[in-house]
């Protein structure tokens, strides 16, 4: 007899799952909250994002900081990393890119806050960083600061 777990109907965990062929082709799968009852803040940080130029192909790579303080759901982690990996060879500009994973995160979770900062590395001599969050911070939840320098370049 099998118990049930909130991780009883993941369908990536525990199997060899390929890379999707794209974001809209991933499933990004979410377990309960075991401590729902409880505010707090998760954080994943994705420090080897790649995308695509959509003009150039060429690769664009950033380091994103995911931020959020759950309600009932959780993204589960591996499900996570399969989803950023499948923009490796997804064309798209950094902004929407950014939006993409914060805005499917959210539309998944439905959490009481979220923040995502996107620390792309410079492309034609410039970098580009994006920030979106869903509201206010909530004020009973410490929110340490997400600790990425703005890109100095050599100098």
């Not at 420090?47 to 759901?73: G, K, N």
């Not at 410490?142 to 100098?155: A, F, T």
Request: aromatic letters at 12%; charged letters at 20%.
């Amino acid at each position: 007899m099998t118990e049930e777990t909130i991780y009883s109907g993941l369908q990536q965990l525990g199997a060899q799952t390929g890379l999707p062929n794209s974001p809209e082709d991933a499933v990004l799968e979410r377990v309960a909250n075991p401590q729902a009852d409880v505010k707090y803040m998760v954080r994943f940080v994705a420090p080897e994002f790649t995308s695509l130029c959509p003009m150039t192909s060429q690769p664009d790579f950033a380091h994103l900081v995911i931020d959020y303080v759950p309600r009932d759901w959780l993204v589960e982690s591996k499900s996570l990393k399969l989803f950023l990996g499948a923009f490796r060879n997804h064309g798209s500009f950094h902004e929407d890119c950014t939006m993409k994973v914060a805005r499917r995160i959210v539309d998944l979770l439905d959490p009481h806050w979220l923040r995502i900062g996107g620390y792309w590395y410079p492309r034609g001599g410039i970098p580009i960083d994006v920030f979106w969050q869903t509201g206010a911070a909530p004020a009973d939840v410490w929110i340490p600061e997400q600790g990425v320098p703005g890109y100095r370049g050599r100098g």
